[in-house]
C-alpha cells in the first residue's frame, strides 16, 4: 500500500446489534439514546467506528433487515432527531457511524411493494422479481429461501409468484430495473447528506439473479440438520457478473462525499471469496447471523482469537459483547424471534443477540429491574460484564482494550506488511507485522497444551502483551514457550528474524 490510509482501514468497527445494547425507556428493546448514552464506553473501550444493524421503520419479520421506509427511524429505537444526536455525539468523540444498507429486498409493507403488487401493470411492477407459475403450475423454479422452503411466493391478485431470498416477508428488489437503482441510491445520499459516514452492504453478492431462471443446483454434500441456506448452490442467485458494475456505481457515490466508507464487501459472509490486488480485507470472529466466537471456541482459546483479530492486516469487526467473552445461550423456543429459528431451532440466531451486559444488577443493567428484556440475558452475566470486567486486570475486557490500544499505538499492526513465519508447530500461528523499522510478531497457540515454537532467528525480543496478561518484558527468540490457549504480541528489538 503506498497511498495514505483511510480510517476505516486502520480504524476498528464495533457492531452493535440495536435491539440488545441498552433500553433507555423501559420496554425491554435497544434503542438510539441507550447508545448515545453508552458513547463514553466505546471511546474508552477504543474503536473507531460504529456499524448500527437496521434501524429503520420495519414490521420486524427479519429483525429489522426488512425495511418498509430506508430513510427514517424505527419507533422502537427513536425518531431521526435521536440519529442525528448519536451522530453528533459520536463525532465529537471521534467515532464514525455506520449504518446498515439492506439493497436486496425491501419489507413487503414498503408502499413500493404495495403497489408491485396491485396489479400487473403498476409502473413499479417491474421494481421487483414476479414469474408466472411454471408450466404446470407452482412455483417458477427450484431456487430455495435461505431461511426454509421455495423462494416463491404466490400472490393471488395477480396470479404470479414473487422471488423472497430471505423470508417471505422480504421480497427481492428487481436491480436490473434503472429506476430501483436510481432509489436506492437516493437512499445513500439521503444518508450521506445528514453526515453518516459510510455502509455496511448487506448481501451485496446476491443483487441480481439470472435473467433465464434457471434452476439452481443442489449440494450433495448436504445433509439433514446442516443450515437451510447451504441445501443448494446459489449458482443462479449469487454472484453473478454486474454485481461489480453496482459496487463501482456505490463507490462513486461515497467518494463525491469524500473519505467515506465504500461498499467495501459485504463485511461478513462473502469474504472468503478472493480479494483482488488493492482490495482491504476486513475479519470478523462473529456477527449477528453466526454463533459468538467465545462460544464456539471456549473462553480461553476465545482471548487467542481475539489477538488474532486485532493484529491481522485489515479492518476488524468486534461484534458487541465479544469483548467481553459473552456465550450464546440457548433460547427455549416460546421466546424465539429469529424468523429462521422458528423454522429451523437449531439454526436460530437469537442465542448471539441477547441483551448486552453492562453490570451485575437485574437485566445485566440492560433494562430496569421488572422490565422483561425482549430476549433473555445470558445466566453468568454476574461475573462476564462491563462493570465487573473493568476492575479485572486480567479480564476478557481488559484483554480486548489492550489490544486496542497497542494496534493504537503501533502502526506496524494497524498498517503494516503482514507475512506468515514458518515453524514447524501445527498448532501454533505465527506472523510478522512490519512498519519502516517497526517489527512485531505475533505467536498464537491454538491448543490447550503448552507449546514451543522454534524461529528461524535468535536473539531477544520484548514481550508487549500475553493473552493471560500475566508476563511482559524481555522474553528469547529462539525457543518460544506459549502455555495452552495462549497468544503473545512481542516487539521484535533486535534485527533476529529474516524477511
Ligand atoms: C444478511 C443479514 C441477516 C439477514 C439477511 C437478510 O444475511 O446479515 O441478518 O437475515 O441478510 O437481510
Ligand atoms: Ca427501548
Redesign the pocket.
Known amino acids: 500500500m503506498t497511498h495514505p490510509h483511510s480510517w476505516w482501514q486502520t480504524g476498528v468497527i464495533y457492531q452493535i446489534y440495536p435491539h440488545s445494547f441498552l433500553d433507555s425507556n423501559r420496554d425491554g428493546i435497544g434503542d438510539l439514546s441507550g447508545i448515545t448514552s453508552k458513547l463514553d464506553y466505546l471511546h474508552w473501550l477504543g474503536v473507531d467506528a460504529i456499524w448500527l444493524s437496521p434501524i429503520y421503520p420495519s414490521p420486524m419479520a427479519?429483525f429489522g433487515?426488512d425495511i418498509s421506509n430506508y430513510t427514517d427511524v424505527h419507533p422502537l429505537f427513536g425518531t431521526l432527531e435521536d440519529l442525528d444526536t448519536l451522530l453528533h455525539q459520536a463525532h465529537l468523540r471521534n467515532l464514525k457511524l455506520i449504518l446498515d444498507f439492506?439493497p436486496?429486498?425491501t419489507s413487503d409493507e414498503h408502499p413500493w411493494f404495495q403497489q408491485s403488487r396491485s396489479s400487473l401493470t403498476n409502473e413499479k411492477r417491474d421494481w421487483y422479481i414476479w414469474h408466472d407459475p411454471a408450466p404446470g403450475g407452482g412455483p417458477p423454479n427450484n431456487w430455495m429461501s435461505r431461511f426454509s422452503g421455495s423462494a416463491w411466493q404466490f400472490d393471488e391478485p395477480t396470479g404470479q409468484y414473487y422471488l423472497h431470498l430471505?423470508d417471505v416477508k422480504?421480497p427481492d428488489l428487481n436491480w436490473r430495473n434503472p429506476q430501483v437503482r436510481q432509489a436506492m441510491y437516493d437512499i445513500l445520499r439521503f444518508w450521506l447528506d445528514r453526515g453518516i459516514d459510510g455502509f455496511r452492504v448487506?448481501?451485496l453478492w446476491m443483487l441480481l439473479k439470472d435473467e433465464q431462471f434457471h434452476d439452481n443446483p443442489m449440494n450433495p454434500e448436504w445433509k439433514p440438520g446442516d443450515p437451510p441456506n447451504t441445501r443448494q448452490i446459489g449458482r443462479y442467485t449469487e454472484d453473478l457478473p454486474g454485481i461489480h458494475e453496482i459496487v463501482r456505481e456505490m463507490r462513486a457515490i461515497l467518494d463525491h462525499y469524500g473519505e467515506r466508507v465504500g461498499a467495501i464487501r459485504q463485511v461478513?459472509?462473502a469474504y472468503e471469496a478472493a480479494l483482488p490486488q488493492d482490495a482491504w480485507p476486513n475479519w470478523v470472529l462473529g456477527?449477528?447471523?453466526r454463533p459468538r466466537i467465545a462460544t464456539r471456541v471456549g473462553r480461553e482459546q476465545a482471548r487467542a482469537a481475539q489477538m488474532l483479530l486485532l493484529t491481522l492486516l485489515g479492518t476488524p469487526t468486534c461484534y458487541y459483547g465479544d469483548e467481553l467473552g459473552m456465550q450464546a445461550i440457548p433460547i427455549p423456543l416460546e421466546l424465539m424471534h429469529d424468523p429462521k429459528g422458528k423454522e429451523h431451532p437449531e439454526h436460530s440466531?437469537d442465542p448471539q443477540r441477547t441483551p448486552m451486559q453492562w453490570d451485575s444488577s437485574p437485566n445485566a443493567g440492560f433494562c430496569p429491574p421488572g422490565v422483561t428484556p425482549w430476549l433473555p440475558v445470558a445466566g453468568d452475566y454476574h461475573t462476564y460484564n462491563v462493570a465487573v470486567e473493568q476492575h479485572d486486570p486480567r479480564s476478557f475486557l481488559t484483554l480486548v482494550r489492550t489490544l486496542l490500544t497497542l494496534r493504537r499505538a503501533l502502526p506496524a499492526l494497524s498498517v503494516g506488511s503482514q507475512q506468515s513465519i514458518d515453524q514447524p508447530n501445527p498448532n501454533c500461528f505465527v506472523y510478522l507485522r512490519q512498519h519502516s523499522d517497526q517489527r512485531c510478531l505475533v505467536a498464537l497457540n491454538f491448543s490447550a497444551q503448552d507449546q514451543v515454537v522454534t524461529l528461524p532467528g535468535q536473539g531477544q525480543g520484548r514481550l508487549l502483551l500475553s493473552t493471560h496478561l500475566d508476563r511482559e518484558g524481555p522474553i528469547p527468540l529462539l525457543e518460544l514457550h506459549l502455555r495452552g490457549n495462549e497468544g503473545l504480541l512481542i516487539d521484535l528489538e533486535a534485527p533476529s528474524l529474516p524477511g
Open positions: 427479519d433487515y439492506v436486496n429486498h430471505f422480504q448487506d448481501v461478513v459472509d456477527n449477528h447471523d440466531r
